[in-house]
T-cell receptor, first 115, second 116 residues
Framework: GAVVSQHPSRVICKSGTSVKIECRSL??????MFWYRQFPKQSLMLMAT?????????EQGVEKDKFLINHASLTLSTLTVTSAHPEDSSFYIC???????????FGDGTRLSIL | GDSVTQMEGPVTLSEEAFLTINCTYT??????LFWYVQYPGEGLQLLLK?????DKGSNKGFEATYRKETTSFHLEKGSVQVSDSAVYFC???????????????FGQGTILTVHP
């Protein structure tokens, strides 16, 4: 079945550092990928929709300059948290849509901890 | 706008008990409905789905029926196991049911703990 790989699974870094998270579709082409943020014991909040070859569409309240999204190929989307601060600590999850219109497939998430 | 409401948890059951987790959704458009499961420290896995009214999704003993009249998609399992302990999310998409699945709106999640 479809597999989405997210890397790294966990990252701990100092405040002010920029962190890049990768989301790869391993056995299918994903024209659309989604980035979610999940706070402890809470639901997933959609941050942005990433379409290959075009600018990402951000949800209301999500800072574009803070969370940079690049979808350079049909199998890779990246989320860069720029100048991260402790309040950016969270669980970030990506998902991908196959070109056949099947339900979204989710990565295993990235636990980001900013000290 | 789109929204999904799940019963509040946590839910604690003994092994082999019957499980129901309620889910209702806003009736805008003709959404597809989903249940996802999240095990500790992991991403989400699709458990089951239904794309139109009266459809029943089923997987691993779990079932949910798309009820348009009550805008509900309750999750049920007749006999839970310890391994079912996880967080369960109900979700709807923003598109009309059918060929494409767009942005998902999730419920708040229900923590299920099953004791031996």
């Amino acid at each position: 079945g479809a597999v989405v790989s997210q890397h790294p699974s966990r990252v701990i870094c100092k405040s002010g550092t920029s962190v890049k998270i990768e989301c790869r579709s391993l056995d299918f082409q994903a024209t659309t990928m989604f980035w979610y943020r999940q706070f402890p014991k809470q639901s997933l909040m959609l941050m942005a929709t990433s379409n290959e070859g075009s600018k990402a569409t951000y949800e209301q309240g999500v800072e574009k300059d803070k969370f940079l999204i690049n979808h350079a190929s049909l199998t890779l989307s990246t989320l860069t948290v720029t100048s991260a601060h402790p309040e950016d600590s969270s669980f970030y999850i990506c998902s991908a849509l196959t070109h056949r219109g099947q339900p979204q497939h989710f990565g295993d998430g990235t636990r980001l901890s900013i000290l | 706008g789109d929204s999904v409401t799940q019963m509040e948890g946590p839910v604690t059951l003994s092994e082999e008990a019957f499980l129901t987790i309620n889910c209702t959704y806003t009736a805008t458009g003709y959404p597809s409905l989903f249940w996802y499961v999240q095990y500790p420290g992991e991403g989400l896995q699709l458990l089951l789905k239904a794309t139109k009214a009266d459809d029943k999704g089923s997987n691993k003993g779990f079932e949910a029926t798309y009820r348009k009249e009550t805008t509900s998609f309750h999750l049920e399992k007749g006999s839970v196991q310890v391994s079912d302990s996880a967080v369960y999310f109900c979700a709807r998409d923003s598109n009309a049911g059918g060929t494409s699945y767009g942005k998902l709106t999730f419920g708040q999640g229900t923590i299920l703990t099953v004791h031996p």
